[in-house]
């Protein structure tokens, strides 16, 4: 079953903590993404990655890191959070390679809110 | 800047009718052109896509059009349903290597009245 899980579903920090979101995938896709969700925004690119330690910025990478050691598992981290980091972050996967590349599957999303 | 616009934020269409939505962009190197749908507390899903080698693409009700003279890429829905109605995100990307790094515009909510 091709499936691409967040955990968690829903989070509240307070400014200044220290924010970890998960992101796995049960499809061995090569490439793996983070993007966030804003009103009248869009989805705006955090970080690609091409594959285990191979990560790329995007877009908005400013106060975002990311951290990928196994194929089928991307991870966000929030150092020290702020308020205009409150979103919902989407976490995606591609295969990289072959006819179906390009085609993004996405996560259900988490809402993060910072207080 | 906004690489890729939507420059429509809603559009209200009647049952049975043809949805367009419209999405521009600016990087004339992008080879890969996608549009997703997105219901509220749901995760986006590709709807259609197409490489900047073909100019239209259909599948059952969707059209894609391409032009990439003028930078402009629309989709078109034929009968529209009510179960349409929901986010369309078009995005467009560059391949590198064999990932497309896509850039998304900021939506389309669609309505469809019955």
């Known amino acids: 079953d091709m499936k691409v899980t967040q955990m968690p579903r829903y989070l509240i920090k307070r400014m200044g903590e220290n924010v970890l979101l998960e992101c796995g995938q049960d499809m061995s896709h090569e490439t793996m993404y983070w993007y966030r969700q804003d009103p009248g925004l869009g989805l705006q690119l955090i970080y690609i990655?091409?594959?285990?330690?191979?990560?790329s910025e995007g877009d908005i990478p400013k106060g975002y890191r990311v951290s990928r050691k196994k194929r089928e598992h991307f991870s966000l981290i929030l150092d020290s959070a702020k308020t205009n980091q409150t979103s919902v972050y989407f976490c995606a996967s591609s295969l990289g390679t072959g006819g179906d590349a390009e085609t993004l599957y996405f996560g259900s999303g988490t809402r993060l809110t910072v207080l | 800047g906004q690489q890729v616009k939507q420059s429509s934020p809603s559009l209200t269409v009647q049952e049975g009718g043809i949805s367009i939505l419209n999405c521009d962009y600016e990087n004339d190197m992008f080879d890969y052109f996608a549009w997703y749908k997105k219901y509220p507390d749901n995760s986006p899903t590709l709807l259609i896509s197409v490489r900047s080698n073909v100019d239209k693409r259909e599948d059952g009700r969707l059209t894609v059009f391409l032009n990439k003279s003028g930078k402009h890429f629309s989709l078109h829905i034929t009968a529209s349903q009510p179960e349409d109605t929901a986010v369309y995100l078009c995005a467009a990307g560059l391949h590198q290597g064999g990932s497309a790094k896509l850039i998304f515009g900021e939506g389309t909510k669609l309505t469809v009245s019955s």
């Open positions: 990655s091409y594959d285990v330690d191979s990560n």
